[in-house]
Every structure is written in C-alpha cells, then in structure tokens.
C-alpha cells in the first residue's frame, strides 16, 4: 500500500492501481504588520497557518478501479466535511479534509460511463490545537498625555 486517506487507499500492485501525483504541501504562517508613522512597520509572528494539500489522482478503469465509485469516495468525504488521516508509507501527514475536487471526465463510453476520470483534490488541514491565552499580552487600560512641561524641573505640569 502506497498511502491512504480514509476510504480511499493509494496503492499499485499488478492488478489493480490507483495512486497519486503532485504532492504539493503549502505551509504558512499568520503575520501582523503593525504601521508606524515615520518608521518601516513591524512585524509580529501570530501562529502557524493551516496547512494546505494538493494532490492529483487519475482514475481509469483499465487500472483495476470502478473510477466512479472512487469518485464517489471523494464526494462523500467532502460534503461530509469529515477530517481524515492522509498517510504516505508509513509517514501520518495529519488530518485534513477535503476543500475542494476539480473533476475532468477524460474518456466516456457509449453508455455514458466514464472510464478515465482526473481529478485534483485540495485538502485543508484540521487543527486540533485550541486556544491558548497569550500570558505576553498586556491590557493598556491608562494612557497618560503631556501637556505642559516645567523646563525648569523636566516634570510634567
């Protein structure tokens, strides 16, 4: 078995194959840009963005799959907005759910069946982590505004 993601098994062997390619993995971070007057703006670091997935996967027939049963696999995952683990070899690359499908009918029988399907499938991953109060943030409840300075003894009047 070359992965898995839920239902839906990566796997290559002489009878039957229905594997992936284009693995692409999007991983960000949330940034804050804090602009000051007369100075270039700071930066702050926020958390990690979730991270994003994309793989392709061609479904055919001669390959051993009903394409579209597999599908259907898919469809299910995604409209029941479920999180499942996407495993690589023996790699648990987290959980994810399925974003989006873009699905290309390539070949169609007489009948209308199609016999090669493309599909590329976008995860999202699912975060389990939850919120954590930053013990750094500072509530500013007073501010204090100058208005007159005494020169003679530096000490705001």
Not at 8 to 34: C, M, P, W
Not at 55 to 74: V, Y
Not at 93 to 121: A, F, M, N
Not at 149 to 157: K, M, N, P, Q, W
Request: glycine residues 6%; proline residues 2%.
């Amino acid at each position: 078995m070359v992965g898995s993601f839920g239902n839906v098994i990566f796997e290559a062997a002489y009878d039957k194959t229905s594997t992936f390619k284009n693995l692409k993995l999007d991983e960000g971070a949330r940034i804050q840009t804090h602009n000051l007057i007369n100075v270039k703006p700071r930066i702050e670091f926020m958390a990690n963005d979730l991270k994003k997935l994309s793989l392709s996967m061609k479904l055919k027939a001669e390959l051993g799959i009903n394409p579209t049963e597999r599908l259907d696999i898919l469809r299910t995952i995604k409209e029941s907005g479920e999180n499942e683990v996407l495993m690589i070899g023996s790699r648990n690359l987290g959980s994810y759910c399925i974003e989006s499908l873009k699905v290309e009918e390539k070949r169609i029988d007489q009948q209308g069946i199609p016999w090669e399907i493309d599909v590329s499938v976008s995860l999202l991953e699912y975060s389990r982590e939850t919120y954590i109060e930053s013990s750094t943030v500072k509530n500013v409840t007073e501010v204090n505004t100058v208005k007159n300075i005494d020169y003679e003894t530096g000490e705001a009047v």
